[in-house]
Nanobody
């Protein structure tokens, strides 16, 4: 199983990024994807999750400015991040699981840096 996260980068505050999580070895028809982030010196936190049936979860801190989605035909999940703030700076990881926001399989992270 491989999960490849991509799409991170440096962006100014107020800007947008779209992260992708490409899955191989599993099918998103049966697995959900969760996005997690870890900032320096902070604990990892769940950001947004989507189940194989389309149920979603968002952390309060990202509601109304992050959107999670998935394209089962491409076996890829996305995290659209709008109105980015410096406090969104972190390494973002995706994980796959049969359960919403579960972490059975992890991918390598992608760095998101938001300048003020």
């Amino acid at each position: 199983v491989q999960l490849q996260a991509s799409g991170g980068g440096l962006v100014q505050g107020g800007g947008s990024l779209r992260l992708s999580c490409a899955a191989s070895g599993i099918s998103l028809d049966y697995y959900g994807i969760g996005w997690f982030r870890q900032a320096p010196g902070k604990e990892r936190e769940g950001v947004a999750c989507i189940s194989s049936s389309g149920s979603t979860y968002y952390a309060d801190s990202v509601k109304n400015h992050f959107t999670i989605s998935q394209d089962n035909a491409k076996n890829t999940a996305y995290l659209r991040m709008n109105n980015l703030r410096p406090e969104d700076t972190a390494v973002y990881y995706c994980a796959a699981s049969h359960s919403l926001c579960g972490m059975d399989y992890w991918g390598k992270g992608t760095q998101v840096t938001v300048s003020s």
